[in-house]
């Protein structure tokens, strides 16, 4: 037994109407195609629905029955399809985003806000953790997208490329570092440092010793914290100095320090958007993607000293 959506829609219409010529009227089609729906539909479930006279139709015992069965399932199916249509449409929709902590504070609320200006409608949730816990929040599925720099031995997670940006120096102002034309890492590193937690002392120091040409820069922190605010805060206490990247420009300046391109080597990192590589992110979770990297693309971040 198959019965069609057609055949449904043209019996809940006439049941509505009460008559042929107006339901095929509310379907945009002729009488006889009207007509023809109801009598395949009656065959195919071996039973009369209607019961017809010269003036106006009737449903049967079993029509009128049928009828309230036919009319939930069109209108359940109606409302997935227009809540469908919402999502693709970007009516409605939620966003599910991790980042780092950093980030979080500094880029990606100005993407939030200038996306939702477009979409008021779409909700962002956004999760601020460690780097380190950003891309294990889309790796359980406890987010659509997380945001982190490059890590090995993800094969379950698509990683789509957002930045790839150098160190800066970051001191208070009056700093000696200030006074230097070039701030290299050997200059930094001379003064206590402050770093994060977890592999970030590990991965700077193996790409300082693989790119540095001469004078291999040796790190020894005086503090290591788990956030970035954090050692911006410490920087600001005039407690060391520290290394980042350009997109906390907008936290370093309102700590009141200085943010310098650090060399000999340039060191750049690059960030990744990731999400499991077999699932695909709903329409407002692409959109919101979408929307960060054109907005990454517009920041200048080619000259950030």
């Known amino acids: 037994m198959e019965v069609t959506l057609r055949q449904l829609r043209a019996f809940t219409a006439l ?4 008559g042929f010529t107006r339901a095929a009227e509310s379907l945009h089609i002729t009488q006889s195609a009207l007509s023809g729906l109801i009598k395949e539909l009656e065959t195919q479930l071996g039973v009369r629905l209607v019961d017809r006279n010269t003036r106006r139709i009737q449903l049967s015992e079993v029509g009128r029955e049928f009828h309230s069965v036919a009319t939930r399932i069109l209108r359940d199916l109606d409302g997935a399809l227009e809540n469908i249509d919402n999502l693709k449409r970007l009516r409605r929709g939620i966003v599910r985003i991790a980042a780092p902590q950093l980030m979080a504070s500094t880029l990606i609320p100005e993407v939030i806000a200038s996306f939702r200006r477009e979409h008021p409608d779409i909700q962002v949730h956004l999760l601020d953790c460690a780097v380190e816990n950003a891309i294990a929040q889309a790796v359980r599925g406890e ?5 982190g720099p490059h890590r090995e031995g993800l094969t379950d997670m698509a990683a789509d490329p957002l930045f790839d940006l150098p160190f800066m120096a970051v001191f208070p102002p009056g700093h000696p570092l ?13 003064y206590p440092l402050i770093a994060l937690q977890g592999q970030f002392t590990n991965r700077l120091a193996l790409d300082l010793y693989r790119q540095a040409e001469s004078e291999i820069p040796t790190i020894h922190p005086s503090h290591e914290v788990a956030f970035m605010s954090t050692a911006l805060s410490m920087v600001s206490a005039g407690l060391g100095v520290t290394a980042g990247l350009p997109y906390a420009r907008t936290l370093v300046d309102l700590y009141g320090l200085r943010m310098r391109p650090l060399q000999d080597p340039v060191i750049r990192r690059q960030f990744f958007v990731y999400n499991r590589l077999h699932a ?5 979770t692409q959109a919101f993607v979408r929307h960060l990297h054109a907005h990454v693309d517009e920041r200048d971040w080619g000259n950030p000293g």
């Open 143 to 147: 987010v659509d997208v997380s945001i």
């Open 178 to 190: 200030e006074s230097l034309e070039r701030i290299r890492w050997a200059d930094l590193v001379r």
């Open 15 to 18: 049941a509505r109407t009460g």
């Open 280 to 284: 695909s992110p709903p329409p407002a």
